[in-house]
């Protein structure tokens, strides 16, 4: 860069005041100003190449990066899928499990209540079939016929209606 002394040397007479002189050379002041801004202008283009320059390496790495960022999420939603169809099949496995055990509860709870009606109708029935014969006869011979049934098969406790034993 020009020196502050350089600068005042463009002001500077071109000879001592006096007798006149031959014409000397004009100055050619657009030569000079070239020349003065010639070293920081190549040192600006220097700098501007090497801002593209970091700029490019900075656009590569972020495209790199985001490649490889797109990689890793399609690998992440890959295995999430993988692991959701393992997860479903297990829930689907569960309830299903649940389900077979709730049904063989509610068939073994049935199965008893059945058993427990079957009893009970093995108990009662011999008693309420000799309670309806019973009825029918003493409901036949109040109507003035005879019973069908012979004296030696009537029900227990009864009398017959001829006023005869068992």
């Not at 990689?71 to 993988?82: C, M, P």
């Not at 000799?130 to 003493?138: H, I």
Request: hydrophobic content about 45%; proline content about 7%.
């Amino acid at each position: 860069m020009t020196g502050f002394r350089d600068i005042l040397t463009r002001f500077r007479p071109a000879a001592s005041p006096g007798r006149a002189a031959p014409s000397g050379v004009p100055a050619d002041r657009s030569a000079e100003l070239r020349a003065e801004l010639a070293p920081p202008l190549a040192l600006l283009a220097q700098s501007e190449a090497d801002a593209r320059t970091v700029r490019e390496r900075a656009e590569a790495a972020a495209a790199s990066r985001r490649r490889n960022a797109e990689q890793q999420a399609e690998g992440i939603v890959a295995t999430a899928r993988a692991e959701a169809d393992g997860i479903r099949e297990r829930a689907a496995e569960q309830a299903l499990c649940a389900a077979e055990n709730e049904a063989a509860t509610l068939v073994a709870e049935a199965e008893r209540e059945a058993a427990a009606i079957r009893q009970r109708a093995e108990q009662r029935t011999p008693a309420l079939a000799d309670r309806v014969v019973a009825l029918v006869r003493e409901d036949l011979v109040a109507r003035g016929g005879s019973p069908l049934v012979p004296a030696d098969q009537r029900a227990p406790g009864r009398e017959s209606a001829r006023g005869s034993g068992p």
